[in-house]
Structure formats: structure tokens, C-alpha cells
């Protein structure tokens, strides 16, 4: 093996690991799904009805929401989006984490 070739080894096998350590540290735990869940309650149900099942007033339907839009969600919950007013102040990045973990896996993590 030349040096360029092992370079190129070493390079592919840091990016593993470090997407490997970037999908642990973003896979949702059960305990962040409950709290998402009790926040979610509290929070959004209002508007997007509950458990995410939206009553027909024209919310976002969050069952649809894109699994791998994690940063949008984030964004979308922090500065608000057509309707929904901005939260930043009133949740927190961790408790804003427990609900995108709820939207992603709630509904379907509560009934395994």
C-alpha cells in the first residue's frame, strides 16, 4: 500500500466513524420519546390534535413529517412557520429534541 492509497484508507474509515457517532448521538432514546410525548400534549396538541391525528383545521399533519429533515424541524419549531408562531423562548433545544424524537417515533415506538 503507498502512502497516497493508506491517506485515502484513513480518510474513508474517519468518516465512518464519525457518521456512525453522529447517528448514535441523534437516535432518539425511549425516555426522550415520553417526553416529547408529555411536551407534545402540553404544546401542540391544540393545533395539530392529539396523538399527531390533526382534527381538520388545516395544521401540518406531523405523521408525514420527513424523518431525515431533523435540522427543518428544528428550524420550523424554533422561528415558527406560516401559522405556527415561534417556540425558541419557550422550549428549550433539548425539550424541542424530546418532540422531533416524539414526531419521528411516538406513535409508533408506544405501540411496539
Not at 432518539?28 to 396523538?51: F, K
Not at 433545544?93 to 414526531?103: S, T
Amino acid at each position: 500500500m503507498n502512502i497516497e492509497s493508506g491517506r485515502a484508507a484513513a480518510c474513508v474509515l474517519i468518516c465512518l466513524v464519525g457518521m456512525k457517532a453522529a447517528w448514535a448521538q441523534d437516535a432518539p432514546t425511549p425516555e426522550q420519546v415520553e417526553a416529547g410525548s408529555r411536551l407534545y400534549a402540553q404544546n401542540c396538541s391544540v393545533c395539530h390534535g392529539p396523538r399527531m391525528v390533526e382534527s381538520g383545521g388545516g395544521f401540518f399533519d406531523l405523521r408525514t413529517f420527513p424523518p431525515g429533515q431533523r435540522l427543518r424541524f428544528f428550524n420550523s419549531v424554533s422561528n415558527g412557520k406560516n401559522s405556527m408562531p415561534p417556540w425558541k423562548s419557550v422550549l428549550s433545544q433539548e425539550q424541542i429534541g424530546a418532540l422531533w424524537a416524539y414526531v419521528v417515533l411516538g406513535e409508533k415506538y408506544e405501540g411496539q
